[in-house]
C-alpha cells in the first residue's frame, strides 16, 4: 500500500473541502489500496459525521444517512415491515461482519468485482483508460450481458443498489461548494461506454448524505439471487420485484436487475408488458423476451441469458401465485 494523507472531517461541509477520496466502512476501499488498484493521496474519514439515522419523511417515506450500516438498515422494523425488499437483498449480501461495517453511501458506490480491474499486470479500462478490456475475450463468466460495450463488460456488484432501483430511491448529495442536489437512482449510475471509468454522476468532492425511499409501495416484495455459493458470493444474476395483483390480473409491476449490466438494471418496457395483464407463464417469457432483446453474451457468460429468464419467470410466478 502506498502512503496517503489522512484527515478525518468534521461536519459535511469541510469533508467536501479537504479535497481526497472519502472512506467510511472501507470495505471495498482498502481492498483496492492493498492491491494498488486505487492509490489515493488523501483519505478523508467521515465516519464521525452525523449521517446515521434514519428519518421519516413528511410523504411518509424514509430517509436513510449516508453512514448508516447494512446491518442497522436490514434490521430495522421499518424496513423489515415496509421495504422487505430492501431488507432481503441487503442480507443477500456479503457477511454478517462485512455488513457491520459496511454503509449506506458506500454500497452504492462499490467497484466491479471483474478480476482484471483487480489484476494491475492486466489492461482494464476502467482502472487505466486506454489500455483495454482483457475481460472480452478472456475470463468472463461474471461478466455483463446488457448495456455493455466494446471498453468494458463489466458488472456491478451491489445487491441494495438493485432493491434501490425497484423502490425509485432517491440519493441526496452535497458539493464541496457546499451546494446539495437530488439524484434519482435511475439516473444516478451511468453505463461503461467510452468511458467506463467514471462509475456515477458524483462530481469530485460530491458526498452522498442520504437515501431516500418513497412512501411504502403495495404488492408482494421478493429478491432472488443466484450465485455459486450460498454464502459471500456475487450475484450471477438476481431479481428484485414489486408486484401487485388486483382482480387476478397484475396492477402494478416493478422489477430491477443484477449481475446483468454495469449498473443495477431496470427495463420499464417489461414492466409495462405485465400491467393489466392476467399471470401466466407465456405472460411471463414474454417480458423475459423484452429483457433480453438485446442480451448479448462473450462466451462463458452466455449461460446468464437462459439463466436471467429462468430466474424473472420463478420471481414473477412466486409473486403472484395467489392471484
Known sequence: MRPFEYARASDVTEAGKLA???IAGGTNLLDLMKLEVETPDKLVDITRLPLRDIETTDDGGLRIGALVTNSDLAADPRIRKDYELLSRALLAGASGQLRNKATTGGNLLQRTRCGYFYET???CNKREPGSGCA???GFNRIHAILGASKNCIATHPSDMAVAMRALGAVVE????DGSTREIAVDDFYRLPGDTPQIESELQEGELITAVR????IAGVHRYRKVRDRASYAFALVSVAAIVRTDGGKIAEARLAFGGLAHMPWRDEA???ALI???PSMALFDKAADILLAEARGQGENDFKIPLARRTLKAVLADATKGA
Open 20 to 22: 481526497g477520496r472519502f
Open 121 to 123: 499486470s492486466q489492461p
Open 135 to 137: 475481460a472480452i475475450g
Open 173 to 176: 448529495t452535497q458539493k464541496a
Open 213 to 216: 425511499l418513497p412512501k411504502p
Open 270 to 272: 417489461v414492466e409495462k
Open 276 to 278: 393489466g395483464e392476467a
